[in-house]
């Protein structure tokens, strides 16, 4: 029987989100915002005191810790990892989370801004946490449960797996990253400091969760250039970019192939930001699907439309350039059919049904699927993200935590 300690992961996770690590999409320093190292700092110190030695996180922010195989099996090292920084698109400045028990299902009113109500009809998931407890932040801030409820985890499963030595299990590896949410979150990570062989990001939503499947992800860059000529003595001269810019983004279909327009398994294309004069428009796009080979039938489609506009205006051109950005992990997974399958196994385990999710986005674990480490995404609980309505359930982190710890003795098992 695995009894995570609920009070000790609630307290931890409190101290976590206290401390501000929001990064910065605009920022090129590394990591993006000093203050992450804040908490790396203190994750650190706490691992210092559940006896892991000299760990202090590396200039980057990063913080790696090592639990020693205790078995005579030769077992695949496993790391599991999370992100210590919050979303830009929320404060999370003096976050003060509060710690509702027993809660009965009636309205959630946060203190701090009593128009912040939290309710089983804006959050029905809600209704799995009736006589249990959650933690909410005070109504100003974001929460932080993404993903410092994935670091809480992470914590409190080491934590009992150092006191419970008669649990077998091979090399722990633990990896706390920082600006996943500014997608830089693997930049300056360190593979040789994992030196693991498999891995697993707690960073996912409902208990049981378990995503396999992440979008496969390109860029486009699109430059117009128009001929340019004094506006007094423009006639039959003066191509301007940024009105063939417009006729481009007016002959993209709208009523398909946007987000805005598909869900599911649907992929599409997005401009995400577009900046002229009247000689030269650069717009941005992403492309994003789950099925890989079909990016470039996008870049194919989008770039067709902006041939024929273009060709409509006499004497302007385009350049087109493709960007890769991150693959579907699934490419990587399905060479490695155990990764998943143990996983599944481990949250079966703690009781909970398990319901395999493809993700509309990248995680840390796309990219570190491909630079070799096989790393699907599992739950850890987290409600409402990046929003002042924010939440999690503590039962649900201490599901993550016991998952984690029966997931490490399932590699040793099959080993
Ligand atoms: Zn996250």
Same mark, same amino acid.
């Given at each position: 029987?695995?009894?995570?300690?609920?009070?000790?992961?609630?307290?931890?996770?409190?101290?976590?989100?206290?401390?501000?690590?929001?990064?910065?999409?605009?920022?090129?320093?590394?990591?993006?915002?000093?203050?992450?190292?804040?908490?790396?700092?203190?994750?650190?110190?706490?691992?210092?005191?559940?006896?892991?030695?000299?760990?202090?996180?590396?200039?980057?922010?990063?913080?790696?810790?090592?639990?020693?195989?205790?078995?005579?099996?030769?077992?695949?090292?496993?790391?599991?990892?999370?992100?210590?920084?919050?979303?830009?698109?929320?404060?999370?400045?003096?976050?003060?989370?509060?710690?509702?028990?027993?809660?009965?299902?009636?309205?959630?009113?946060?203190?701090?801004?009593?128009?912040?109500?939290?309710?089983?009809?804006?959050?029905?998931?809600?209704?799995?946490?009736?006589?249990?407890?959650?933690?909410?932040?005070?109504?100003?801030?974001?929460?932080?449960?993404?993903?410092? &409820? @994935? #670091?809480? !985890?992470?914590?409190?499963?080491? %934590?009992?797996?150092?006191? +419970?030595?008669?649990?077998?299990? /091979?090399?722990?590896?633990?990896?706390?990253?920082?600006?996943?949410?500014?997608?830089?979150?693997?930049?300056?990570?360190?593979?040789?400091?994992?030196?693991?062989?498999?891995?697993?990001?707690?960073?996912?939503?409902?208990?049981?969760?378990?995503?396999?499947?992440?979008?496969?992800?390109?860029?486009?860059?699109?430059?117009? &250039? @128009? #001929?340019? !000529?004094?506006?007094?003595?423009? %006639?039959?001269?003066?191509? +301007?970019?940024?009105?063939?810019? /417009?006729?481009?983004?007016?002959?993209?279909?709208?009523?398909?192939?946007?987000?805005?327009?598909?869900?599911?398994?649907?992929?599409?294309?997005?401009?995400?930001?577009?900046?002229?004069?009247?000689?030269?428009?650069?717009?941005?796009?992403?492309?994003?699907?789950?099925?890989?080979?079909?990016?470039?039938?996008?870049?194919?489609?989008?770039?067709?439309?902006?041939?024929?506009?273009?060709?409509?205006?006499?004497?302007?051109?385009?350049?087109?350039?493709?960007?890769?950005?991150?693959?579907?992990?699934?490419?990587?997974?399905?060479?490695?059919?155990?990764?998943?399958?143990?996983?599944?196994?481990?949250?079966?385990?703690?009781?909970?049904?398990?319901?395999?999710?493809?993700?509309?986005?990248?995680?840390?674990?796309?990219?570190?699927?491909?630079?070799?480490?096989?790393?699907?995404?599992?739950?850890?609980?987290?409600?409402?993200?990046?929003?002042?309505?924010?939440?999690?359930?503590?039962?649900?982190?201490?599901?993550?935590?016991?998952?984690?710890?029966?997931?490490?003795?399932?590699?040793?098992?099959?080993?």
């Amino acid at each position: 029987m695995i009894q995570i300690d609920k009070e000790y992961l609630a307290s931890a996770f409190m101290r976590y989100v206290k401390i501000d690590t929001q990064s910065d999409p605009e920022s090129n320093s590394s990591p993006t915002t000093e203050k992450q190292k804040d908490l790396s700092k203190l994750l650190a110190g706490e691992l210092n005191d559940l006896g892991f030695e000299n760990i202090e996180p590396d200039q980057y922010g990063y913080v790696y810790a090592r639990l020693k195989s205790n078995s005579n099996k030769n077992v695949p090292a496993i790391a599991f990892c999370a992100h210590v920084d919050t979303a830009p698109d929320c404060s999370g400045t003096n976050v003060k989370p509060i710690l509702h028990r027993n809660i009965s299902g009636d309205d959630i009113i946060l203190p701090d801004d009593t128009s912040q109500v939290l309710n089983v009809s804006n959050s029905p998931y809600l209704k799995n946490h009736i006589g249990k407890d959650i933690i909410t932040a005070s109504g100003l801030t974001l929460l932080g449960a993404d993903d410092k &409820s @994935g #670091v809480a !985890a992470i914590m409190a499963a080491v %934590k009992f797996l150092k006191a +419970n030595p008669q649990l077998k299990h /091979g090399d722990i590896s633990i990896v706390f990253t920082v600006d996943e949410e500014v997608g830089k979150g693997t930049d300056k990570i360190s593979m040789e400091k994992i030196n693991a062989e498999y891995g697993y990001t707690l960073d996912g939503g409902e208990a049981g969760s378990l995503e396999e499947e992440t979008f496969s992800a390109d860029g486009a860059i699109i430059e117009i &250039s @128009g #001929v340019i !000529a004094h506006p007094g003595y423009a %006639k039959n001269k003066l191509v +301007n970019s940024m009105k063939i810019a /417009g006729a481009f983004l007016d002959a993209l279909p709208k009523n398909e192939w946007s987000p805005e327009t598909t869900d599911k398994k649907e992929g599409f294309i997005h401009p995400t930001s577009i900046n002229g004069i009247s000689e030269n428009t650069r717009l941005t796009f992403i492309i994003r699907d789950f099925k890989t080979e079909n990016l470039e039938k996008h870049h194919e489609k989008l770039e067709g439309i902006l041939k024929t506009v273009v060709a409509k205006f006499p004497g302007a051109k385009y350049k087109y350039t493709k960007q890769e950005q991150y693959r579907n992990m699934k490419d990587v997974l399905v060479k490695y059919p155990d990764v998943v399958k143990y996983a599944a196994e481990a949250i079966r385990r703690t009781g909970l049904e398990v319901h395999t999710e493809s993700i509309r986005g990248g995680t840390d674990g796309s990219r570190l699927s491909f630079m070799g480490l096989p790393c699907p995404n599992i739950f850890t609980g987290m409600q409402n993200i990046h929003s002042k309505l924010e939440w999690i359930g503590v039962d649900d982190m201490a599901k993550a935590a016991e998952t984690i710890v029966h997931l490490s003795m399932i590699w040793e098992e099959n080993s």
